[in-house]
């Protein structure tokens, strides 16, 4: 037991304050816990998300001392027995009260995307598709996201530049590149990831990818290729005239 | 004065309550029918139980073992229910898992493959072959995104961080429910002449659990209050392995898929005592000699399954006996070992996210150490008694599904069952929900009365000048759950906590939630407390009523399975005085075919399903 200090914003979209509070924590504990017991022993209008409490569900993003983090999966003792612990909600989206923002934005981005669309004749007469395991290796990477949305809001152009109307976001650039990269998906996304999505407003500086808590190569195995994706399409005129004849997915 | 005409409504003609696999499974079948669907659910979508669920989803695929056959699947599901399962249900689900998590596939799932490019499958406790479906140990997010992905284009409006109050009711008959917006609080009555619970379970009653703050039994209060039957609620399954240090993740689910992958349970003196705890029922399919076992392990289709891999309920009596004799870990468990059994390649790929997770949370690495688990309250067996093929309770025009519903599972569930449930059972009550929709003729009217009650009932946790912490009064639920309706029961223990719970509902008439009505989680936590208790309340009025030892109900007073009480299963209802009452009801008789095929032994059905093809 140790009695530790925190800074937790309270307070709402029309302004609010960072307020000071301090409990004894236990061997073991996580930032949440600490918020936790907060809100049941002192302040119990204090707004917070979580669900699972084990980094499966993405619920608790937060920035802890100015870094985007999963409130769950932040352990007491990565900090200095005399550190005061500053909690604020996540700053790309709207504050709604306290800890928790309005992320429904992503929501929104996310009914954009044209959904899976399987090629029935690939099937066999049992109904069974075949993939093989190295061919879905890399998509499953991109599907181990739990929609914490810590990459969005480290994201330079969507946090920085308020670009919400051009760029989709990192998290919806992997989401795109596994049905991009899905075997059996048949369905040409290639042109709305230019257009719609915004992937060339990326300039590929990697903070998404280091923020991200199932440490999914955000940049490096999915907006990249992806990037590279749009350039053979629309730049390569070899690629481009073969499309023109014979069709197809590039 | 609260005037009604001020509070928010919206008209579906089907609302489905519940955002996990089961209820988008639920909304998905509901728009496919033609229905105006609304979903209404307490956390952001893609956040619920379902996401936690790890080690995968049993259908009988017979993708690795082509021996696996529904019948198979059927009568390893009544065995593990201890032959307690409502028949047609497990029927029901054997025969439509297949199907469903191929469709899944169609909708976008990516599961790990065979050599052949087909879905591969994993050994789990209780399944004779290895059937779970998976995706590493991430299945229920794989699950829940690709019915989340899939559902958000079939025209269903859903309707997030919105909480269920109480469902509204004209005469008997369904006619909608009331909801509070977490955000803003304010209130909102959905019109509809269809409800279908897919709530989860309420395993936060209990102090040691797998379960987040989100299972409060909201569905199982909702459906009690407004007539419907709870049933087999004395059924609460204990998960074996559960996290128990640090303090603060006590309860932290570690998945059974740690043994499908050949991890063993081992005391603090190195010994594998599951071979001492194989129980008559399962001798004759169990390793007996760690030779076996290793065999097993090693592929050797004529070696039995190790006896780590017996059922949750076995498996979780075992570890506490261990531990009530001296024999247990440092900090109260048993030691789950992986480390020598499997190369850290292995279990880096196979299981990721049990690696992360003791990494951060313990500071341990599963790949060289041991890691210390005991028995954590992970899921009810019991729940809304429904009709086994439209899910449909005895109020008119309320269904369930999932966790919420019971019957299914019987007195234990099987690993991996659950995920197949929610799919299986999600679509029908869909199905039997757009059936009864046909059926009416004169559509049921909100009655505004019902709507005011509800909402002042509400308001009065935040108007009240002073009162109790709810917090501190869920605590306390948690330490009388723990203790007097834990994992073993006897009928002193039982009373007592029945008494303690009397008191309890006496101390939440003056719960007071403290600050404004705007996303305040003190108030959430006051309006679900009325449903923990509820269903707190149930189980340990069921477990008191059934006087034997059966499945995941142990009663220390009362050992072992009476052959009495197959014939009947216990129901709770809202008596005529309004106080919770305890029935026994009698079965309905399987038919003559389900009754053979569970009682074959396991060489004769495997000799039958061979000659089907």
Redesign the interface.
């Known amino acids: 037991m140790a009695l530790r200090s925190f800074k937790l914003f309270r307070g709402d979209v029309a302004g609010g304050q960072l307020e000071d509070y301090q409990i004894e924590v236990d061997t073991g504990m996580v930032v949440l816990d600490a918020i936790l017991r907060i809100q049941a022993e002192q302040a119990n209008d204090l707004a917070v998300r979580w669900n699972c409490k084990a980094g499966k569900c993405g619920s608790c993003s937060v920035e802890i001392n100015g870094k985007p983090k999963l409130a769950c999966m932040t352990r007491m003792n990565e900090y200095e027995t005399d550190e005061t612990i500053s909690v604020s909600p996540i700053k790309t989206f709207p504050v709604i009260k306290d800890l928790v923002s309005d992320v429904s934005w992503n929501y929104e981005q996310n009914k954009r995307i044209s959904p899976f669309k399987p090629d029935p004749s690939q099937k066999d007469e049992k109904g069974n598709y075949r993939m093989f395991q190295e061919d879905i290796d890399r998509i499953q990477e991109f599907r181990k996201c739990i929609e914490c949305y810590l990459c969005q809001d480290v994201c330079h152009v969507l946090r920085d530049h308020n670009r919400k109307d051009g760029f989709i976001g990192p998290r919806f650039m992997i989401r795109l590149a596994s049905l991009d990269m899905h075997p059996l998906d048949t369905e040409d996304r290639i042109p709305a990831i230019k257009e719609d999505f915004g992937s060339g407003m990326c300039n590929i500086t990697r903070c998404c990818t280091d923020v991200c808590p199932e440490h999914i190569q955000i940049t490096d195995n999915g907006i990249i290729p992806l990037k590279e994706r749009v350039v053979d399409r629309f730049y390569d005129p070899i690629i481009w005239l073969w499309k023109k004849v014979f069709g197809g997915k590039a | 004065m609260l005037d009604i005409s001020e509070i928010q409504i919206i008209e579906h003609d089907v609302i489905v309550v519940g955002a996990g696999g089961a209820g988008l499974s639920a909304a998905i079948e509901c728009s496919s029918q033609g229905l105006s669907t609304g979903l209404v659910c307490k ?7 379902t ?2 669920a790890e080690g995968g989803v049993a259908a009988a695929l017979g ?1 690795v073992d082509n021996r696996d056959h529904w019948k198979v699947h059927f009568r390893d599901t009544m065995r593990g229910g201890k032959f307690l399962n409502v028949w047609r249900m497990a029927e029901l689900h054997a025969k439509q898992a297949p ?1 469903r998590v ?1 469709e899944l ?4 799932a ?1 599961f ?2 065979t050599k ?4 591969n499958q994993r050994n789990f406790g209780g399944h004779r072959y290895p059937r779970l479906a998976h ?2 140990d ?1 299945t ?3 699950i829940i ?1 690709t019915l989340q ?2 559902g ?2 079939q025209g269903i409006e859903v309707y ?1 961080e919105c909480t269920g109050l109480d469902l509204l009711q004209d005469g008997d008959r369904t006619s909608g429910m009331v909801a509070m917006w977490r ?1 803003t609080g304010q209130f909102v009555i959905f019109k509809a002449g269809a409800v279908i619970l897919a709530t989860g379970g309420g395993g936060k009653g209990w102090k040691v659990t797998s379960n ?3 299972y409060s039994g909201d569905g199982h209060a909702m459906a009690y209050e407004a007539g419907a039957e709870l049933m087999d609620m004395e059924f609460t399954q204990f998960h074996p392995t559960g996290m128990v ?5 006590h309860g ?2 570690v998945t059974e898929g740690v043994r499908g992958e050949g991890g063993i349970l081992v005391n603090s003196e190195g010994q594998r005592f599951m071979f001492d705890n194989i129980p008559e029922r399962f001798a004759s399919e169990t390793a007996d000699t760690e030779e076996e076992a290793a065999r097993w392990l090693a592929g050797d289709k004529d070696a039995r399954r190790p006896p780590e891999l017996l059922t949750r309920d076995v498996v979780a009596r075992a570890i506490r006996k261990e531990v009530k004799a001296g024999r247990g870990s440092p900090h109260g468990g048993a030691f789950l070992d992986i480390a020598s059994q499997r190369n850290a390649e292995d279990i880096k790929k196979k299981l990721p ?1 049990m690696y ?2 003791f990494k ?3 500071e341990l690495d599963i790949t060289t150490d041991s890691m210390e688990v005991g028995p954590t309250l992970h899921y009810m067996m019991g729940g809304i008694r429904v009709d086994a093929d439209t899910q449909m309770s005895r109020v008119p025009g309320l269904f369930a599904c999932g966790e919420c519903s019971g019957g299914m599972h019987g007195a234990n569930r099987l690993g991996g069952n659950s995920l197949s449930d929610l799919l299986v059972f999600g679509k029908l009550a869909g199905v039997g929900a757009a059936q009864y929709l046909q059926g009416i003729s004169t559509p049921p009217k909100v009655m505004d009365d019902q709507a005011k009650a509800v909402i002042r009932n509400a308001t009065n946790i935040l108007n009240r000048e002073s009162g109790q ?4 009064l869920h ?1 306390e639920l948690e330490e009388n759950m723990q203790s007097n309706v834990g994992i073993v029961r006897t009928a002193e223990l039982l009373s007592a906590g029945i008494a303690k719970l009397e008191s309890l509902k006496k101390s939440y008439k003056e719960v007071k ?4 009505s ?6 959430h ?1 006051a309006l679900a407390l009325r449903n923990l208790i509820i269903t707190a309340e149930s189980v340990a009025r069921a477990a008191l009523l059934r006087e034997e030892s059966r499945g995941a109900h142990t009663r220390l007073d009362f050992p072992g399975e009476q052959d009495e009480w197959l014939h009947y299963n216990v129901v709770i209802y809202k008596g005529d005085d309004g106080k919770m009452a305890a029935g026994k009801i009698e079965r309905e008789k399987p038919s003559p075919e389900l009754e053979r095929i569970a009682n074959l032994s396991i060489d004769e059905l495997e000799k039958e399903v061979a000659g089907e093809g």
């Open positions: 956390s952001l979508l893609g956040k619920a139980h996401v936690m993708n199907t191929r596939e169609e909708w976008g990516v790990d493959r052949k490019g087909l879905i995706v590493g991430r229920g997010l794989e995104r992905d899939h958000i284009h997030m955000e987040s703050w989100e240090w640090p303090p603060s993740v932290t689910l996210s992360h997770q951060v949370l313990a912490n709810p917090y501190l605590e939630a403290k600050g404004s705007q996303y305040n989680p003190g108030w936590e």
